[in-house]
């Protein structure tokens, strides 16, 4: 059933709504960390007297997740040692990234037996977390959940969510605007693993988005986020589709191999818009020489964030540009669109695919 345009602009409230929630506490950084400092904002040098980011009592900081096998969550653990170390009074304890849910478990029940005074976590597996985050939540430690979301909310105090369904409203409203009067535009996407919530709500997103300038989704394909699974579903869509006006593949990741599809078939006619937001696709979109055109971004900030809220927790502090005197349960960042004009502004910000 076609979704209305209240019935959307409702949905996406929420999400704005909760994206405006980081305006006093996102952490710009770079991927580098031997330079990222230069991209932060915030840290206790020089931190004026009386702010939040004034030193404080010595916060010990639990922080783990899965292993860095794809550049986005890489630069998940390295903007989070990024943030951690521009604060004189953050001692971070990172733990090795892992697949394995169980030894994941180990690494929060060690956390929990040291004592730590917040633990950051971005589980491999949400469900399987969600009992030793509530173990921690029951002794007295903060949870900070990143990504993905336990299925009990009482195992975080506060939880960070990229926006995959508004990812999804913003690439299909990107190509609404530029396919603007082509009712009969042919749009394209390649997804990520389809089984993953997280895809299916991009691509709903992505649908509704299309269903309000007349245009729906003419051909499909799934990959699983890697460079291989990119270029392998990016070549059946090429051939299975002799005319294409746009696409939008849901990972820059996997964007690699699409691009490298592309290349081989020798195809230009239409214009492609990736996801996530890698400093590769953004350094393409400004050179402009391509038929990628745009990308929607997914923050590789999450845990840098969530660093900043577990400092704030642990030393009973709240967010200086609210009004609440306590840090809200929940944040979501906005998924916004960059293109040429507006590329300089992300650019810092982005990971390395």
């Known amino acids: ?66 292993a860095a096998d794809h550049g986005w969550m890489a630069s998940i653990t390295e903007s989070a040692q990024v943030v951690a170390d521009s604060y004189g009074d953050v001692e971070l304890r990172i733990a090795e990234g892992t697949n394995e849910v169980n030894l994941q478990i180990s690494q929060v029940e060690t956390f929990i037996n040291d004592g730590v005074d917040a633990i950051v976590l971005l589980p491999f597996d949400g469900a399987a977390l969600t009992p030793i985050a509530l173990e921690a939540m029951e002794a007295g430690i903060p949870v900070i959940n ?38 009969d535009a042919v749009v394209a996407e390649i997804a990520g693993i389809d089984s ?45 589709a002799p005319e294409i006006d746009a696409i939008w593949n849901h990972d820059d990741d996997q964007g690699v191999g699409v691009l490298a599809a592309i290349e081989n078939a020798g195809r230009d006619e239409f214009f492609l818009v990736g996801g996530a937001g890698s400093a590769n696709a953004m350094r393409s979109i400004q050179a402009g020489d391509g038929v990628l055109r745009a990308t929607v971004v997914y923050p590789s900030t999450q845990a840098a964030d969530a660093i900043r809220v577990a400092r704030l927790l642990a030393q009973d502090k709240a967010m200086a540009d609210l009004v609440e005197v306590e840090v809200p349960r929940q944040i979501q960042l906005f998924a916004p669109v960059v293109t040429a004009d507006n590329v300089e502004l992300y650019l810092d910000t982005a990971f390395e695919s």
Request: net charge negative; hydrophobic share 35%; charged share 20%.
């Open 1 to 66: 059933m076609r979704t209305t345009t209240a019935t959307l602009r409702g949905r996406l409230a929420v999400a704005a709504t909760a994206g405006l929630l980081v305006v006093g506490l996102a952490a710009c950084t770079g991927n580098d960390t031997s330079s990222g400092n230069d991209n932060l904002r915030g840290g206790t040098d020089g931190a004026a007297e009386g702010s939040n980011d004034e030193e404080g009592d010595t916060v010990v900081i639990g922080f783990s997740a899965p």
């Open 146 to 183: 990143v990504d993905r979301e336990f299925n009990d909310p009482n195992a975080a105090r506060v939880t960070i969510l990229g926006d995959n369904y508004g990812m999804g409203v913003s690439a299909g409203q990107y190509i609404c605007s530029e396919l603007e009067g082509q009712s």
């Open 196 to 240: 993953l919530p997280l895809t299916q709500d991009r691509s709903e997103g992505f649908a509704e988005a299309l269903a309000e300038c007349g245009l729906e989704v003419s051909n499909r394909v799934a990959a699983d986020f890697t460079v291989e699974g990119g270029e392998r579903a990016a070549s059946n869509l090429l051939q299975a």
